[in-house]
């Protein structure tokens, strides 16, 4: 049988690196599903919508990140 | 044996000497992600394999034949994946060094203060520092080495000063905005203005903070680009970097808040007032003191997270997209992996300077919202 190919990670840090990942595709998700439906609603107020959607999604990823970088430190 | 190598890649094989190091392991392996022009080289540098072959066996055949090579596919993948996906190797091209890496092409070459030999160019020990400010040779807390990314930083504040300065002088003149870099300028400054500083600070309030917001953002954003370009890296990707900007903006908000109200009435504004029973109040207001001012430190500590997080995943993400290429290296997917690594790393290029534009422009958003909220109580 053939050797399998390993990472140095340990598989915990992906595990968390997953969740936080899901964590933020929900997030964004949904707030990319308001927008589209707000843009919808009202298609004058798309450049104001637009900004907040990318404002709000900008915040979460920073989450995101921060909980991805200490899982590759830890992992 | 299939491989297209520059000689940069046995330099950077004798820089981890406790890593395998043969011939079967020679790729185009070099500076992850900010080598994009090379990449595309190397699709057209088969011819000079030999030339450069032996150049790496003249300069570091002791090493040249230390493993043999694997038999099996997986087997060169691990090897492969060691080496190249080894995470402080990783890091180590992210993070600030003292030297800044160039293409084997250029022919550089420079040997840093351990003694290992990079291709590239070092960064002058201008203060001649021998010994940490703070902390032992061992552990380094603080060296005082002019280093990478305080390098870059000088040069973003020197060309800062020098495209501002000639902006201020124009704007002095009075006459109307006319060309493309003092229109583009222009429009920058003026969206800070109008659309970020103040809607969050007031009209009146905002030509106090408006020269520390724009500094701000055309700083961070001069950081975050320079990551962009191959052999430089962002200074923004350092939490020390990020940290002391965060900082600055405490010490601002904090700090004109205190001007504005006086210290104890400006730690009395952190509590809205509240029509309660004497008794509720002397329970509530403590707790929502404490976490308001729990609350203040955390939003500014992840003012700097934020910044530090995206820039540095980003370009760490990208390294390893063009560290699967040299795990591919010396089997058979080489042929599929190096092209698609190639394209992927440009798209992923292309998303990292959104991402630039984007946290800048975040970054002076958030500053100015909390120098806001600070000047009006709530």
């Given at each position: 049988m053939e050797e399998i190919v390993t990472t140095g990670m340990s598989s915990f840090a992906g595990i968390g690196i997953?969740?936080?990942?899901?964590?933020?595709?929900?997030?964004?998700?949904?707030?990319?599903?308001?927008?589209?439906?707000?843009?919808?609603?009202?298609p004058d107020a798309a450049g104001q919508i637009q900004t907040a959607m990318i404002?709000?999604?900008?915040?979460?990823?920073?989450a995101t990140f921060f909980a991805i970088i200490m899982a590759f430190i830890a992992g | 044996m299939n491989f297209d190598d520059k000689a940069a890649q046995a330099e950077a094989e004798a820089d981890h000497a406790d890593h395998v190091d043969d011939d079967a392991v020679k790729t185009s392996h070099d500076d992850h992600g900010h080598d994009h022009d090379d990449h595309s080289h190397d699709e057209h540098d088969h011819s000079h394999s030999e030339a450069?072959?032996?150049?790496?066996?003249?300069?570091?055949?002791?090493?040249?034949?230390?493993?043999?090579?694997?038999?099996?596919?997986?087997?060169?993948?691990?090897?492969?994946?060691?080496?190249?996906?080894?995470?402080?190797?990783?890091m180590a091209h992210v993070q600030d060094s003292t030297f800044v890496e160039t293409p084997a092409f250029m022919g550089l070459e420079h040997t840093d203060d351990d003694g290992h030999t990079h291709s590239g160019f070092g960064i002058p020990n201008i203060f001649g520092v021998t010994q940490p400010l703070i902390g032992t040779p061992e552990k380094p807390f603080l060296t005082g080495r002019l280093t990478k990314f305080v390098a870059i930083e000088l040069v973003v504040a020197i060309l800062m000063f020098v495209i501002f300065y000639w902006l201020g002088q124009k704007i002095k003149s009075g006459k109307k905005p006319k060309g493309k870099i003092w229109n583009a300028l222009?429009?920058?400054?003026?969206?800070?203005?109008?659309?970020?500083?103040?809607?969050?600070?007031?009209?009146?309030?905002?030509?106090?903070?408006?020269?520390?917001?724009?500094?701000t953002f055309f700083?961070?954003?001069?950081?975050?680009?320079?990551?962009?370009?191959?052999?430089?890296?962002?200074?923004?990707?350092?939490?020390a970097v990020t940290g002391v900007l965060a900082l600055f903006v405490f010490a601002v908000?904090?700090?004109?808040?205190?001007?504005?109200?006086?210290?104890?009435?400006?730690l009395k504004a952190q509590v809205p007032t509240m029509d309660l029973p004497p008794i509720l109040k002397a329970i509530l207001v403590p707790l929502i003191f404490v976490i308001e001012i729990f609350g203040m430190l955390v939003k500014h500590f992840v003012l700097a997270v934020r910044l530090f997080a995206n820039m540095f995943a980003g370009h760490l993400v990208l390294a390893i997209f063009v560290a699967f290429i040299g795990v591919a290296a010396g089997t058979g997917l080489y042929y599929a992996v190096a092209p698609?690594?190639?394209?992927?790393?440009?798209?992923?290029?292309?998303?990292?300077?959104?991402?630039?534009?984007?946290?800048?422009?975040?970054?002076?958003?958030?500053?100015?919202?909390?120098?806001?909220?600070?000047?009006?109580?709530?």
């Open positions: 997953g969740l936080a990942v899901i964590g933020a595709g929900l997030g964004i998700g949904k707030i990319g599903g308001s927008a589209v439906e707000g843009i919808a609603r009202q404002i709000a999604a900008a915040l979460i990823e920073g | 450069g072959h032996d150049h790496t066996h003249d300069a570091h055949s002791a090493d040249a034949h230390s493993v043999e090579k694997p038999d099996t596919m997986n087997g060169q993948l691990q090897v492969n994946m060691d080496h190249y996906l080894d995470m402080p190797h990783l222009e429009s920058m400054v003026v969206f800070i203005r109008d659309e970020v500083a103040r809607p969050a600070i007031g009209k009146k309030d905002t030509d106090r903070f408006l020269p520390f917001i724009l500094t700083f961070v954003l001069g950081l975050n680009l320079f990551g962009m370009i191959p052999g430089f890296g962002s200074a923004t990707g350092s939490i908000v904090v700090g004109s808040g205190i001007k504005k109200m006086g210290f104890v009435q400006f698609i690594a190639v394209l992927g790393s440009i798209a992923f290029s292309c998303l990292e300077l959104f991402v630039a534009f984007l946290q800048a422009y975040i970054f002076a958003f958030l500053a100015s919202l909390f120098i806001g909220s600070a000047q009006h109580a709530h």
